[in-house]
């Protein structure tokens, strides 16, 4: 069932602009673009799958992944297909790159926004997140799904590429003076997908800047709670000094993001790629670590002991984790029971 979208502009000679990504697509009438489930229908953009979910199913929220909010509960994850970006190596390739077809009605699910919080609450499950294909092509089934929910103190999630607009976030956000408050969205994990321009061109399709702004954008001037994840890459995105540069950009910003360092595995059209080895993420932490940042993450590959989460001050030991279980070892929550230091993040 389509549904026309919040996100466009008209333009003349029957085009449209969807102004939900940093890439601005000007749709000639009765075409896709970018994100294959927005089309321009009589002057009007529409998209394509606002109740239709590809597919849904509930995940541990470390698998997001964000460690420093609300760890080891559950969170209701789903998904419609295609994205705004391209990427050569992607893992979840069968939904982010499916081919569109029009006669879509056997290959979805039908799920409104009132069928998946009536399952949460059912269920118990207070996390909901809009994640595995970019949520922003789907932004008008995510924005509705999380204003419903909102009624129910549910908290929202992203897991994104970060090329929102700055429609968008003035949508799912509301504005106070000059900061913007978590009225609909409450959590984002943001790919950082490389730290060089080349690498988002030839790998992606797209650019690096959009991506840097809307990190700077969420951790400076909102209070939604952000983590950062980096697929190493081995040849591509594993040089040191580019690191170096990425480590010591994030750590201007904040030192307190949690940065997760991830294990590529061959997939998609780079399966002649090897998988990072975990000297490669060994030394891509210490560089983290080196430049500052507090809580830095590596997973993907077991490497015991370097995804839990430290005290900074004292080195305390206070959630422990093996792949997505987590386990508290602290007495009060956010607070090291050795020296008193208070760990960011948004805790149950």
Not at 89 to 115: G, H
């Amino acid at each position: 069932m389509k549904k026309e979208c919040i996100l466009y502009k008209t333009l003349p000679d029957g085009k449209v602009m969807c102004t939900a990504c940093s890439h601005m697509c000007q749709i000639e009438p009765w075409k896709y673009w970018e994100c294959g489930i927005r089309k321009n229908i009589d002057w009007k953009l529409y998209l394509m799958v606002r109740w239709k979910a590809l597919w849904v199913h509930v995940d541990p929220v470390e698998k997001k992944p964000l460690f420093h909010f609300y760890p080891w509960e559950p969170v209701f994850s789903w998904w419609t297909a295609w994205c705004n970006f391209h990427c050569l190596y992607c893992q979840n390739r069968q939904m982010s790159q499916i081919k569109w077809v029009d006669d879509i009605e056997y290959l979805w699910e039908d799920l409104p926004p009132e069928a998946i919080v009536e399952f949460c609450k059912q269920n118990n499950i207070n996390l909901l997140a809009a994640t595995y294909n970019e949520p922003t092509v789907f932004f008008e089934y995510a924005f509705d799904t999380f204003k419903l929910a909102k009624q129910y103190w549910m908290k929202t999630i992203f897991v994104s590429n970060g090329y929102e607009s700055k429609f968008l976030w003035e949508k799912i956000l509301e504005k106070r003076w000059e900061k913007y408050l978590n009225k609909y969205l409450d959590a984002i994990n943001i790919d950082l997908k490389a730290f060089n321009e080349e690498f988002y061109v030839k790998l992606t399709w797209w650019h690096l800047e959009p991506v840097k702004k809307n990190i700077e954008f969420i951790a400076r001037q909102t209070n939604v709670w952000l983590e950062v994840t980096t697929l190493l890459i081995p040849w591509y995105n594993t040089d040191p000094d580019e690191l170096k540069r990425a480590a010591e950009w994030l750590a201007s910003i904040s030192t307190d993001i949690p940065w997760h360092l991830t294990a590529f595995h061959p997939a998609w059209k780079m399966m002649d790629v090897r998988p990072t080895s975990p000297e490669e993420l060994l030394m891509a932490y210490e560089i983290a670590k080196q430049a500052g940042m507090k809580y830095v993450y590596v997973w993907n590959v077991y490497l015991p002991w370097y995804e839990d989460t430290y005290c900074p001050n004292c080195w305390e030991r206070l959630i422990a984790r093996a792949w997505f279980n987590a386990r508290p070892l602290w007495q009060k929550p956010w607070v090291c029971p050795k020296c008193g230091t208070k760990i960011p993040g948004v805790w149950k």
